[in-house]
């Protein structure tokens, strides 16, 4: 168990649809990362969000967005859903910036229909 | 801007055979670099990581990496394979305080 906890771990839904993944972090963790990973495209960092501010960016789409909170838990909301979306979508959280060391969630698989 | 290429994208082997996954990186002054193993179903997990000092590095479950400078490369080994360490294995680089990610070998234990 890494200590970061992703909900829902499933989600189905529609093409044009609007959908909210949940993150909480290991506890006393300031960054959390999220990454998509699908098959044809692998591995790929989105966001990075330091103690509520965004740090970094990769390949996310305009139709993405995500932020951290007081508490530290983040939500990665992705809106106009479309056939390619579907992917599974990992948070990820570090207690050190910069340290390499990340502990991952188990994903949230979306599939979109 | 760093990169870094993992060579195979499938390593299949027969169980208790040796096993190397190979990694290289595009050179940089200094570079920290690490192995994460994904299991069937779960997230990413820390499998070793090499910051300075010996070139060699243990990792969990009998892994070890070797870093080398002049070749540029990280490759990661087992003596001994077992069928649970059927997995998805992603070499990555830390650049400017990011991770930058190899595309992944999938490692298949044939009984």
């Known amino acids: 168990d890494s200590g970061v906890t992703q909900t829902p771990k499933h989600l189905i839904t529609a093409t044009g649809q609007r959908v909210t993944l949940r993150c909480s972090p290991r506890s006393g963790d300031l960054s959390v990362y999220w990454y998509q990973q699908s098959l044809d495209q692998g591995l790929q960092f989105l966001i990075q969000y330091y103690n509520g501010e965004e740090r970094a960016k990769g390949n996310i789409l305009e139709r993405f967005s995500a932020q951290q909170f007081p508490d530290l838990h983040s939500e990665l909301n992705l809106s106009s859903l479309e056939l390619g979306d579907s992917a599974l979508y990992f948070c990820?959280?570090?207690?050190?910036?910069?340290?390499?060391?990340?502990?991952f969630g188990e994903g949230s698989r979306l599939t979109v229909l | 801007a760093q990169s870094v290429t993992q060579l195979d994208s499938q390593v299949p082997v027969f169980e208790e055979a040796p096993v190397e996954l190979r990694c290289n990186y595009s050179?940089?002054?200094?570079?920290?670099l690490f192995w994460y193993v994904q299991y069937p179903n779960q997230g990413l997990q820390l499998l070793l990581k090499y910051l300075s000092g010996s070139t060699l590095v243990k990792g969990i479950n009998g892994f070890e990496a070797e870093f080398n400078k002049s070749q540029t490369s990280f490759h990661l080994r087992k003596p001994s394979v077992h069928i649970s360490d059927t997995a998805e294995y992603f070499c990555a680089v830390k650049s400017n305080y990011q991770l930058i990610w190899g595309a992944g070998t999938k490692l298949i234990i044939k009984p």
């Open positions: 990820a959280s570090s207690g050190q910036v910069g340290s390499g060391e990340l502990f």
């Open positions: 050179s940089s002054v200094s570079v920290y």
